[in-house]
Structures are given as structure tokens and as C-alpha cells.
T-cell receptor
Framework: QKEVEQNSGPLSVPEGAIASLNCTYSDRGSQSFFWYRQYSGKSPELIMFIYSNGDKEDGRFTAQLNKASQYVSLLIRDSQPSDSATYLCAVGPARQLTFGSGTQLTVLP | EPEVTQTPSHQVTQMGQEVILRCVPISNHLYFYWYRQILGQKVEFLVSFYNNEISEKSEIFDDQFSVERPDGSNFTLKIRSTKLEDSAMYFC????????????FGQGTRLTVV
């Protein structure tokens, strides 16, 4: 049984700060990792994915993967109030994603 | 931008009734999925569907659930005899391949069983 763990938060950061979201996973053989954003009552929206160890940057978002530690993180730079949402970590393969419970982020103006 | 569309957005049904939730996946995608999210809980995988058959399913996807691709565009989830605990958001998703490509989710159907 795959497990994906996230700090449930809530996490509050001031506008313009860096938000750091963390995720650990149990299946050492996992190869693909995804970050989704979910606004209340809405569907998950893909932010980015990462397959290789190291960092992957996309605009204000950076995903970090450390397979040896079974750890994935998401950094949001220059956080905006519109970033306030629940962030879901998901472990692949894409045909059967396992989601964490999400971290609720609030960006304070 | 292509998107996954689901209907209806909200369905209320009486316990014991059958419901069919409908989805139109992205047109060039080959893999289709159903997930559910009980209020306040994790998004949970139910089933994946490829080449007109179920490729993987979770323990949640028991005999009361079935999926079908009745034509070239629609993908449906049927719940035969609904229970109160089936109340949840049901999300349809699709991917171009079954490996590392990203899954795109529809806006969801909120099912309320009374």
C-alpha cells in the first residue's frame, strides 16, 4: 500500500515570501511525482511534475526531488494571495496516482 | 485549451438508486480515470480504463461500480445501488499515455446520497 504524507498545515506566509511545501512517500520504486493545487470545492489543477533527482523550475514554482530520502518539495517564490489553496502531492504512475492529504496554504496580503 | 468535462456538476440521489456520472476526456488522450474525494479527505483512485477495458482498480471499486465508454467520446461511471457513504466529489481524469505524463482532471460531479 503506497503512502504519501504531507504536513496538513495550515501554512501561512506573508505576500512576497517563499512558501515551502513538503511531501514524503513510502514506495521507493516510485518514478514520477506531481504537485496539484486545489481550490476549495474545485478539482485538482496540475502545477508541475518531476521525475529526476534535483530541482525543476517553472516560473515562481520549484519542485525538488530526493529519491534517496523519498522526499519531494514545492517552493513557491513571491507568494501571492491567489496562491492560497490546498496543495496536493501525488505519486505516480499517472495511470494510478496516490495523493497525499494536502497542505493548506494561506498567503496573507 | 483542451479540457475534461463532466456532467452533471451536482447530483442528488436517494439511497439504493443507480446513478451514472458522465465525462468527456481530452480527445487525443488514451487513458481515462475516475477518482473520488470524500469531503475533507484525500483524493482516492478508483479505476483506470484503457483500450475499452479496466486496466487497474482500487479496493474501493467493488461490484457496485462499473465503467463504460459507450461511444467515441464519453466515459461513464455507474454506481448501481448508492449508499450514504458514496457521497463525494467524483473526478474524471485523462492522460495521453499511462506512464509519466500528467493527468488532467475534470471539474467534478458532487454526488449527494440522501
Amino acid at each position: 500500500q503506497k503512502e504519501v504524507e504531507q504536513n496538513s498545515g495550515p501554512l501561512s506566509v506573508p505576500e512576497g515570501a517563499i512558501a515551502s511545501l513538503n511531501c514524503t512517500y513510502s514506495d521507493r520504486g516510485s518514478q514520477s511525482f506531481f504537485w496539484y493545487r486545489q481550490y476549495s470545492g474545485k478539482s485538482p489543477e496540475l502545477i508541475m511534475f518531476i521525475y529526476s533527482n534535483g530541482d525543476k523550475e517553472d516560473g515562481r514554482f520549484t519542485a525538488q526531488l530526493n529519491k534517496a530520502s523519498q522526499y519531494v518539495s514545492l517552493l513557491i517564490r513571491d507568494s501571492q494571495p491567489s496562491d492560497s489553496a490546498t496543495y496536493l502531492c501525488a505519486v505516480g504512475p499517472a495511470r494510478q496516482l496516490t495523493f497525499g492529504s494536502g497542505t493548506q496554504l494561506t498567503v496573507l496580503p | 485549451e483542451p479540457e475534461v468535462t463532466q456532467t452533471p456538476s451536482h447530483q442528488v440521489t436517494q439511497m439504493g438508486q443507480e446513478v451514472i456520472l458522465r465525462c468527456v476526456p481530452i480527445s487525443n488522450h488514451l487513458y481515462f480515470y475516475w477518482y473520488r474525494q470524500i469531503l475533507g479527505q484525500k483524493v482516492e483512485f478508483l479505476v483506470s480504463f484503457y483500450n475499452n477495458e479496466i486496466s487497474e482498480k482500487s479496493e474501493i471499486f467493488d461490484d457496485q461500480f462499473s465503467v463504460e465508454r459507450p461511444d467515441g467520446s464519453n466515459f461513464t461511471l455507474k454506481i448501481r445501488s448508492t449508499k450514504l457513504e458514496d457521497s463525494a466529489m467524483y473526478f474524471c481524469a485523462s492522460t495521453r499515455t499511462g506512464g509519466g505524463t500528467e493527468a488532467f482532471f475534470g471539474q467534478g460531479t458532487r454526488l449527494t446520497v440522501v
